[in-house]
């Protein structure tokens, strides 16, 4: 077997992120809840795709690569923070993204310019057209002496999700520490490479740990996800594959991809007004409304310690559309 250790990591992030008792909404649900705050990774605004990128850039620089492509949707975390490292590394960043209708330079498209990166935009919503293009410039970058690491969407390869294996001990260490024991770790699911880690984390660590994974989305994750298992057991070495029978993921995508509800609203709302942290409308608003459902209905009775990944999107909250009638629409008036 192979060591997490054994892969270069690029020096990125702050760790051990915090893992912190929510003290109120503990009070409230007669659970022990707890949050890893992984929206506080150390990078730009924080989230789960510094860890992924500290592997994916560290095998970029161990290649010698100058330039870094990847991609995502016009508001992709993962597109803004793969900018973010490639500055703090002296690597240079082209995000190609799906425009999808989106026209203005708000929440992380905004943050793409003020981190100059090289961002264009495509009206497709076929990633294999932008994936053909990313191979087109590497060749033509070649040509010019440049080497190009292409990263594909969310991260979301094995050596990626390293980082999430890495996450989970972490998480683990912390607990012990404060003397507890996880039930189960809850993390949104977008691209899948943030929960396969967590599940391989727990499969290596600690097998009694359920991990749930809440679907922000409409894909097979089932398949992706044990695909990515088998994968991340494959880098490492691993004497047994790994099986798919810890994989627990369920769909609370709502609406749809990107778009925010009333009970992922809500979600945000109570998160912000028990706890004062800020969860995001599209990745971590629809894990927790669904873990909230869950506490509201009793279903997780048998279960004490729950551990909430806070995956980070902080950007998000910037390009987010309130309706006209929401309690967040504060007006200004003047007393
Ligand atoms: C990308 C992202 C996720 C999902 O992680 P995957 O590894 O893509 O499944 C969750 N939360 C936030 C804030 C993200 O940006």
């Known amino acids: 077997?192979?060591?997490?250790?054994?892969?270069?990591?690029?020096?990125?992030?702050?760790?051990?992120?915090?893992?912190?008792?929510?003290?109120?909404?503990s009070d409230l649900f007669g659970k022990e809840l707890y949050i890893k705050r992984d929206d506080m990774t150390g990078v730009g605004l924080g989230g789960n795709k510094v860890r992924k990128l500290a592997f994916l850039l560290g095998d970029a620089q161990q290649k010698g690569a100058t330039v870094v492509m990847t991609t995502g949707g016009a508001q992709s975390n993962h597109a803004m923070l793969t900018a973010a490292c490639c500055n703090r590394l002296g690597m240079k960043a082209q995000l190609l993204l799906k425009r999808r209708g989106v026209s203005d330079p708000v929440g992380n498209v905004y943050l793409d310019g003020l981190l100059g990166a090289q961002v264009d935009f495509f009206d497709t919503d076929d990633y294999?057209?932008?994936?053909?293009?990313?191979?087109?410039?590497?060749?033509?970058?070649?040509?010019?002496?440049?080497?190009a690491y292409e990263i594909p969407l969310g991260g979301s390869t094995a050596l990626g999700a390293l980082g999430y294996v890495e996450c989970f001990r972490e998480t683990l260490a912390q607990c012990a520490h404060l003397g507890i024991h996880p039930d189960r770790i809850v993390s949104a699911v977008g691209s899948g490479g943030t929960y396969a880690g967590l599940c391989v984390g727990a499969d290596l660590f600690a097998p009694d740990v359920r991990v749930t994974g809440v679907a922000v989305d409409r894909a097979p994750f089932h398949q992706i996800c044990a695909q990515l298992k088998a994968e991340i057991g494959g880098l490492l070495e691993l004497e047994q594959p790994l099986g798919d029978d810890n994989l627990e993921i369920y769909d609370n995508a709502g609406l749809g991809y990107g778009i925010p509800g009333p009970a992922e609203r809500e979600a945000l709302e109570l998160m912000a007004r028990q706890e004062?942290?800020?969860?995001?409308?599209?990745?971590?608003?629809?894990?927790?409304?669904?873990?909230?459902?869950?506490l509201r209905s009793g279903a997780l009775a048998e279960e004490q310690t729950i551990v909430f990944l806070h995956s980070g999107g902080a950007g998000g909250l910037f390009a987010i559309d309130l309706p006209e009638n929401s309690p967040c629409n504060l007006e200004i008036g003047v007393v």
């Open 1 to 25: 077997m192979r060591l997490l250790s054994d892969f270069p990591q690029a020096p990125l992030g702050c760790f051990p992120t915090p893992l912190q008792r929510l003290s109120n909404l």
């Open 128 to 147: 294999g057209v932008i994936y053909e293009e990313m191979s087109r410039r590497k060749t033509a970058l070649a040509e010019a002496g440049e080497w």
């Open 276 to 294: 004062g942290i800020f969860l995001d409308p599209v990745y971590t608003g629809k894990a927790f409304s669904w873990l909230l459902a869950q």
